[in-house]
């Protein structure tokens, strides 16, 4: 049986979907020959990422289809109830790159607080001419522990991402409508375990309490931080967006940091990906980085364990 992975499969579903006896196939065909490609090779199984695209005409068009998995979590780019409507399975991986995600965001925040974005920025132009003015400007930097992370959205990134502001020593806070309490396992490397039970609170408390808030939501019609939102939050408060472009209303952000009310903001995601506006790019006090929170070599991993996993169970 043939999986095509158009848009690439770590190596570890490429050895264990072959082990299995399928042929793994990885080439990337363009997106309007591949309704001809899947047909001619009679493909069963067709994994993409977030460039190809299935769409109700290609699942009409290609009977040999039994499985369309898509390799992380937001499955915006696939028709999913037609799919299943017409007997397809469809998969994906929603777990596999949480903790990767919640890394990325306290990369932002160590970064942030000793200002690092801006000063890798500055140290190439200006180290060597004005170390002391840099070494001045960068001096008022802050320790994580003991401050206080909001979390908004408290999910499986929401709660990886407490899991290490805990470790850090910091207090966490929780928002999110859908859920009273998460209990969390902290492991360590030895097999000690530490619990937490987090109850949730509301979304004001959460923004009126955070040092730092993150965001982990899902996509939303609405911005969920937007001028309101940021009038509540302490002064000097920091924010960061790994979730979705669109979640932070980006120019109350950037009035929010030109009047001084937020200090610092980190943005992965944007609400014009990939475009991001100039004001957000060129702003000192924003760290960025462009939508990476799952690009790990571990999340790949698994995301090709946990897809070969399923296929497997699925098509035997
Ligand atoms: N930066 C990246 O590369 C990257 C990678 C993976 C996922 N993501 C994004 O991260 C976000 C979270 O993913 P997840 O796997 O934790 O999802 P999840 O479904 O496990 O958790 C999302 C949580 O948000 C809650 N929620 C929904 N609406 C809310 C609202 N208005 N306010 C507060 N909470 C609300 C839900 O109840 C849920 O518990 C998604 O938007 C996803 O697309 C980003």
Do not use: W
């Not at 995600?101 to 306290?106: H, I």
């Not at 932002?108 to 400007?137: C, I, Q, T, W, Y």
């Not at 499986?156 to 859908?178: E, H, N, S, W």
């Amino acid at each position: 049986m043939i999986v095509l992975a158009n848009d690439g499969i770590a190596q570890s579903g490429v050895t264990a979907l072959e082990n299995a006896g399928y042929k793994v196939d990885l080439t990337t065909v363009a997106q309007d020959q591949l309704i001809d490609y899947i047909n001619e090779n009679k493909v069963a199984v067709l994994l993409v990422r977030s460039a190809t695209t299935v769409r109700k005409n290609l699942i009409d068009a290609c009977p040999s289809l039994k499985i369309i998995g898509r390799g992380g979590v937001g499955m915006d780019n696939i028709d999913v109830e037609y799919a299943r409507e017409k007997g397809l399975k469809v998969i994906n991986t929603p777990a596999a790159s949480s903790h990767s995600v919640a890394e990325l965001v306290f990369a932002h925040l160590f970064g942030m607080v000793r200002f690092l974005h801006d000063s890798n920025r500055n140290m190439p132009l200006e180290g060597d001419s004005k170390f002391k003015d840099l070494k001045k400007a960068y001096a008022k930097g802050v320790e994580l522990k003991g401050k206080t992370l909001g979390v908004l959205g408290f999910g499986r990134i929401g709660q990886a991402t407490a899991k290490i502001a805990l470790g850090v020593g910091m207090k966490v806070v929780a928002f999110d409508p859908f859920l009273e309490s998460a209990d969390l396992e902290l492991d360590f490397y030895d097999g000690q375990s530490l619990n937490f039970k987090i109850d949730t609170i509301s979304k004001e408390e959460v923004l009126k309490q955070s040092d730092f808030i993150t965001l982990h939501v899902p996509a939303q019609d609405e911005y969920v931080i937007s001028t309101k939102e940021f009038e509540l939050m302490k002064d000097k408060a920091c924010i960061v967006n790994a979730a979705r472009g669109g979640v932070i209303d980006e120019i109350a952000l950037v009035e929010a940091i030109d009047n001084g009310k937020i200090a610092q903001a980190a943005l992965d995601v944007f609400e014009k990906e990939p475009m991001p506006e100039i004001q957000l790019l060129m702003n000192p006090n924003i760290s960025l980085t462009p939508h990476i929170g799952a690009a790990t070599n571990e999340a790949q991993e698994r995301i090709g364990s946990e897809l070969a996993e399923q296929i497997i169970a699925i098509l035997g």
